[in-house]
């Protein structure tokens, strides 16, 4: 059966604006769920439910709210650890991916010393490069950046010349946030195994497309978000191998991540707890797991020969439009629905402007990648990032509004 891209944005509230006051609908062609995804009734309904009926701290009272929500709080955690592949005690509940990569630079970095080696890419966000600029400062570590391929992925060819014995972790993204290019993970833990180096992956572009089995990656960490994933934001997820997280320090200190408390010293709890100090995000994390639920069962197989239609289409029509430039991978194998492309001589937040006066949602700007604009020596891209409810119309909508930009030129 086809994909039915129609039933599946009628689940999507913010996709059907109405009209307002004097009548007039504001058209909405949301191609930004690279930066935030939208979220469907299913989870909206979820939160709701728990917020109107089992609202408590978790693992702290006896009464009965505390119990549900206890109950439910530890039920996200299994419906995460089902997503990807996992035990429950290997997820972490964090506040999104940048917090999940701070935490592994804080407390496997911990381990580091003066010398040993972390390998990150140019094409990462921020999120995966200044932690590890902080541990260099902290702890004397030396950081090394793999290159891009001139089609807009991370240089795999480079590894064998980066990686040496002094190589601890290798910390790359899954896929690209900037040009959607999706990492051969197998060459890279083959290279991190050759020298007793971890890898970290960061999936924040990765696993909006469908869970995952991480164990089977072979990685060390993985982490996501889960705002771009269909859930509510405030909330992501750290995986992390048993073994690591069982040798690894506390992040922040306080209620819950302790085994005993005395004013001399303090005994720390297991993971998943000894890395959950604090009252953690609830209800977040309930909606979180209603979007795993959620997105497990969507036909996965089917968004993804629609994405990869839509993705064909917008990459056919930029190329055709004299003084745009797509930067980044122009087949759409190993790439993401993610579409950056330049438009010359216009800054992109001016044609992200114009094209939000006509109804289409994009990002313009450097996506949180300055090392890679840098090394393409361009200010910014604009950035259309689909997700599994956006239809023709949506790809037809950005072409329409960059020819109105042109003609406006
Ligand atoms: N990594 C990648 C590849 C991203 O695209 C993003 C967000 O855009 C992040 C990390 C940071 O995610 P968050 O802001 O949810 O922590």
């Known amino acids: 059966m086809a994909y039915d891209v129609a039933a599946v944005r009628a689940q999507f509230p913010i996709l059907h604006p109405v009209a307002a006051d004097d009548g007039t609908v504001r058209p909405l062609h949301y191609l930004d769920n690279g930066a935030t995804a939208q979220v469907p009734r ?3 309904d979820a939160m709701v439910a728990h917020e109107t009926t089992a609202r408590s701290n978790v693992h702290r009272s006896v009464h009965r709210l505390a119990e549900a929500a206890t109950r439910a709080y530890e039920g996200a955690r299994q419906d995460i650890a089902r997503f990807i592949g996992s035990q429950p005690a290997q997820v972490i509940f964090t506040s999104g991916t940048t917090a999940a990569i701070n935490l592994v630079a804080h407390c496997f ?82 290279a991190a195994r050759a020298v ?18 991480v164990p089977a990656l072979g990685v060390g960490f993985y982490c996501f978000s889960g705002h771009k994933m269909f859930g509510p934001n405030g909330i992501g997820v750290l995986w992390g191998r048993e073994d690591l997280l069982a040798d690894m ?9 302790i085994a005993h408390v005395t004013l001399d010293r303090t005994s720390y709890a297991a993971p998943p707890m000894r890395f959950e100090a604090g009252t953690p995000p609830i209800t977040p994390a309930i ?33 055709e439009m004299e003084g745009i430039s797509v930067i980044g ?32 949602a994009v990002r313009g700007g450097h996506h949180c990648a300055q090392p890679y604009m840098d090394s393409r020596d361009i200010a910014g891209t604009v950035r259309a990032s689909l997700a599994l409810y956006n239809d023709r119309d949506d790809v037809d909508a950005l072409l329409r509004g960059l020819h109105e930009v042109r003609a406006l030129l």
């Open 196 to 213: 007793g180096a971890e890898v970290l992956l960061d999936g924040a572009q990765m696993v909006p497309h469908g869970p995952l089995d």
């Open 42 to 44: 299913a989870v909206l």
């Open 109 to 190: 970095g911990a381990r580091l010393r003066p010398g040993d080696e972390v390998l990150v890419s140019v094409l990462e966000h921020h999120s995966n490069i200044v932690p590890w600029q902080m541990l260099r400062e902290r702890s004397g570590i030396v950081m090394k950046a793999l290159p891009a391929t001139a089609d807009g992925r991370i240089d795999l060819d480079r590894l064998d010349d980066l990686v040496t014995d002094r190589t601890r972790l290798i910390a790359l993204t899954h896929a690209a946030n900037v040009t959607g290019a999706v990492t051969d993970v197998a060459r890279v833990v083959a």
């Open 329 to 360: 991978p122009t087949g759409t194998q190993a790439r993401m629905p993610v579409i950056s492309f330049t438009m010359d001589p216009l800054h992109p937040h001016d044609v992200a402007q114009i094209l939000d006066s006509h109804g289409v």
């Open 249 to 257: 320090p506390p992040f922040m200190g306080g209620g819950e991540m």
């Open 287 to 319: 909606g979180l797991a209603a979007a795993a639920r959620w997105l497990a069962g969507q036909d996965l197989a089917g968004a993804e020969a629609h994405l990869k239609q839509l993705t064909a289409l917008a990459i056919d029509g930029l190329s």
